[in-house]
């Protein structure tokens, strides 16, 4: 079987960025959501624009989800 894909939302934060790096020293594929993507393991991922949504989810197995930063109520945003 094959290692699962990871897609990280703030995968270029400060956060979100040692959550894809253990990922990877883990053995994990890891594709990094962001709204200036750069480089091969990064996609367009835009929690305001829902067009990116589904390009950054294909072929994912799961998400490290962070809501958008500094959102009181996420879930309208992230629910769909
Ligand atoms: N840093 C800490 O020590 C710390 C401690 C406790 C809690 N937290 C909490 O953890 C969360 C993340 O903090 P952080 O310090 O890692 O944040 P950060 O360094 O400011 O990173 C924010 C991340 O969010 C992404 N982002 C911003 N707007 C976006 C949008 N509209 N759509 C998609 N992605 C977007 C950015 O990606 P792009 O710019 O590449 O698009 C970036 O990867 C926050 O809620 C913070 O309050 C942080």
Do not use: C
């Amino acid at each position: 079987m094959s290692e699962p894909t990871i897609l990280v939302t703030g995968g270029t934060g400060t956060t979100g960025s040692r959550v894809a790096a253990g990922l990877e020293a883990a053995g994990t594929t890891v594709r990094i959501a962001s709204r200036n993507p750069q480089g091969d393991k990064h996609i367009r991922f835009d929690w305001q624009d829902p067009e990116t949504y589904g390009p950054a989810l294909a072929g994912v197995d799961s998400i490290y989800l962070l809501p958008p930063v500094g959102t009181t109520d996420p879930a309208p945003i992230v629910a769909p």
